[in-house]
């Protein structure tokens, strides 16, 4: 796939699609990724209700959205070789991310 890389600076250089991602289903999450404390049911909730979505052209998937608290969060995800995505990273969303969700008019001012 030729997507742009995900990267993380003042605007990231990603391709943004809408809330239009497909369904996965069930999220598998890596271990290293529950390091910021976030819960398995609140990153499954971030996924399924993504407010952005961005794909990079390193098979990473940036994930922008609230969990069941309505806490915005970043979680990222990788395919692997058999098409399957794996979670990787989960935190509370920085600021940096703050203009995708402008650009797709989901953000308070």
């Known amino acids: 796939m030729n997507r742009p890389a995900l990267i993380c600076g003042s605007e990231p250089a990603v391709s943004v699609t809408g809330v239009s991602r497909y369904d996965i289903g069930h999220v598998e999450i890596f271990e290293p990724a529950r390091k910021h404390n976030v819960s398995g049911p ?11 979505v961005a ?3 390193d ?3 940036l994930y922008l959205g609230p969990d069941r608290a309505g806490n915005l969060l970043e979680i990222v995800s990788v395919f692997r070789e058999d098409g ?4 990787i ?3 509370r ?3 940096t991310y703050e203009p995708l969700l402008r650009e797709t008019g989901n953000a308070n001012d």
């Open 42 to 52: 609140d990153i499954q909730h971030v996924v399924d209700h993504a407010l952005v």
């Open 55 to 57: 794909e990079g052209d």
């Open 59 to 61: 098979d990473k998937v």
């Open 84 to 87: 399957t995505e794996i979670v």
């Open 89 to 91: 990273h989960a935190m």
């Open 93 to 95: 969303m920085r600021r």
